[in-house]
C-alpha cells in the first residue's frame, strides 16, 4: 500500500501542474525549426557542417534531428511533442531517484530528490516549450546516464567499461547541448575528493581532457568572438572582471533558485523595496529595482543560510553517511553554472532552460535537508521539514501553472487568429498578399506588434501553407541552410516583405503605407489581398479584405 502510494502522489501531482500543458501550442523557434524542415529536409539535420564538428563537437544535431523526426510523422500537431517532452521529463526525475539511492543508499531521500525535480517551477519551460525541450530535456537524459556508469565506476567497481560508457553518454549529449561541458571538470575532481590521489585522477581521466581539448578547439572562436544572437556574451565585450565576477556570484544566487521559483524570490524581495527601501509596490519602478538590485542579494542570503545548514549536517557526527553526497551534490550545483558565466542577465535570474542541469544536484541537497529535519525526534522538527516539503512542492506547481496558463491564453489566441485566416482563405491564389492590422497598443513591448504572436505572422502562415502544400517550401530557403536555420524569410517577429519565385508570390504586411508600396509594385494581386484586423480586447479577428482593397487601388 506505501508503495503505491508513493507511485500514485508524483501522479496526481502531476495531473494538477501539467493538464493545462496540452493546450498550449507552438511558440517561437518551432515555427522557424519548421520552415527550415520544409525547406531543406534532412539538410535542416546538419545545416552542411563538417561531419568531424557535428560528431566531435554536437552543434545541436540531435536536438535538430529529433524535431526532424517528430515534424515528419506529426506535422502541426503539438500533442505527440508534449508527450515526448514531459515523458522524457519523467525519465529524467526516476534516473535523479536513481542516482540519488546510489549515492545516499536512502530510498527516502532519493524519492523526495525525483519529487522535487520533477515539479521544479525555475526550469519549467525547459519541458515545457516545444522550442526548447529537444535540447534541454534529452541532453539531460544522456547527462544523468553518464553520470550513472560513473558512479559505477567511483563507487562500485573501478572497470574501464564504466568509464568509457559514462564517456559515450557525455558525447550523446552534447548532439542535443552542450551545455554538460562542465563534466569534464566535476568527474575529476569528485574523484580526488574520493580517491586522494592526483596522479591517478589525471591518468583515469585522460580521455575526459583529450576530448575536453578537441571540443574547446572547435568551438573556442564561438566564445571568443561571438556574433548574431550569441553576441550578447560577456566575451563579446571583453568584460573580463565581469565574468570573474559571475563565477562568484551565479552558482552562489543559483543555488537558492534552484529550490524557489522567481515568484517567491522575486515576492520575497518586493516586500523588502517596500519596506525596507520605501518604495511603493506595483510600480514598473519598483519591479525594476527588486528584480535587479534587491533579488540577487536575496538569493545569495537565503543560498548562504542554506549552505550554513549543510555545512552543520557535515560537522554532525550522527550524519557523516551525509558527508561525500553534500560535497558531491554541492559541486555539482557550482559547477553546473559554468558554462554560463560569459551569459549576461537583465535580472536576478538567467534564462530558466540554464537551470535545468543543476536541478539534479539542488534537488539532493534539499532533500537531505528536509530528510534531515524530518529525522529530529522533536515534533516541531518533524512537522517543519513537512511544511517546508509541501512549501517548496506549492510555490513550484504554482510556478508551473502560471507558466502554462500564460501559454494556453496566448495558444488560444494564436489558433484563433490561423483558423479564421485559413478558414477565409483554404487555398492560395498564384499571387497573395496578407495584411494583419489591430489595435493592442503592443504585444511583449513591442509597439507595432498588433497580434500576440512571438515569431514573425508572415512566416508562420507560409509554414502551415506550405505543409500543406498550398504554396513551394522555396520561399523558405535562403542562400545557404545555415542562413535558413539562422534567418529566413519573414522570421522575424516585425518582418514584413512580399516575394516571388517561379510565378507564385507570397507576401505579408503589418504596416499599411508598407502594403500601399508593396500594392503599387504589384498591381496583379488587387484581389489576392487579404486584410484582417485584430481586436485585442475582444479577441476577434474581422476580415477587411474590401475595404483594404478599395483604400489600395483607387
Known sequence: MRKILFVLFPILLSFLAFRGLFLTYFQQDEWHAFGAILANGMGYVTLQQSWMRLLFSGDRVGARFLIYLLFSKFGLNATPYFILSLG???????????????????????YVSGVIFLFSGVASQSYTWLGTFSGSVPNMTFMLLSIFFYLKYLLQEERPLFLLESLIMLWI???????????????????FIFKRNILKTIKVHLPFFIYALLIFYLRIN?????????????????????????AILYPLQGFSQLIFPPNVIYGVSSFFSSVIFKIAPYTTESDI?????????????????????????????????????IYFSSLFVFLSFVPYFIIKKTDA?????????????????????????????????????????????????SSIKDEIQFQVDAAIDRKYILSEILKTVPHLPKKVIFYVDGNSIGYYGLPDLKVPFQSGLGQTLLVIYAEKKEISPKFLQESSIAKTEGEGFLYGILDQN?????????????????????????????????????????????????????????
Open 289 to 325: 529595482f527588486s528584480q535587479t538590485q534587491v533579488a540577487p542579494f536575496i538569493s545569495l542570503l537565503i543560498t548562504i543560510i542554506l549552505l550554513l545548514f549543510l555545512y552543520k549536517i557535515i560537522r554532525s557526527k550522527t550524519n557523516q553517511s551525509f558527508v561525500f553526497p
Open 173 to 191: 549529449s552534447f548532439l542535443f547541448k552542450e551545455t554538460g561541458f562542465f563534466l569534464f571538470i566535476f568527474y575529476p575532481a569528485i574523484y
Open 498 to 554: 512580399y516575394k516571388e519565385i517561379d510565378g507564385r508570390g507570397f507576401g505579408y504586411f503589418w504596416d499599411k503605407s508598407e502594403l500601399l508600396k508593396q500594392a503599387k509594385k504589384t498591381q496583379d494581386v488587387k484581389n489576392s489581398v487579404y486584410a484582417f484586423f485584430y481586436d485585442s480586447e475582444n479577441h476577434k479577428l474581422s476580415n477587411t479584405s474590401d475595404k483594404i482593397r478599395n483604400g489600395l487601388f483607387k
Open 222 to 246: 564561438e566564445v571568443i568572438a561571438p556574433v548574431g544572437t550569441s553576441a550578447n556574451l560577456e566575451t563579446g565585450s571583453n568584460s573580463f572582471g565581469t565574468i570573474f565576477l559571475n
Open 88 to 110: 522524457l521529463h519523467a525519465v529524467n526525475a526516476w534516473l535523479v531517484y536513481i542516482l540519488a539511492k546510489k549515492i545516499l543508499k536512502d530510498r527516502l531521500i532519493a
Open 349 to 397: 535570474f538567467l534564462e530558466p532552460r540554464y537551470y535545468y542541469n543543476g536541478l539534479f544536484a539542488s534537488s539532493i541537497l534539499i532533500s537531505i535537508l528536509l530528510v534531515v529535519l524530518l529525522r529530529k525526534k522533536r515534533a516541531i522538527f518533524y512537522v517543519s521539514a513537512i511544511a517546508a516539503f509541501i512549501g517548496i512542492l506549492f510555490f513550484n506547481i
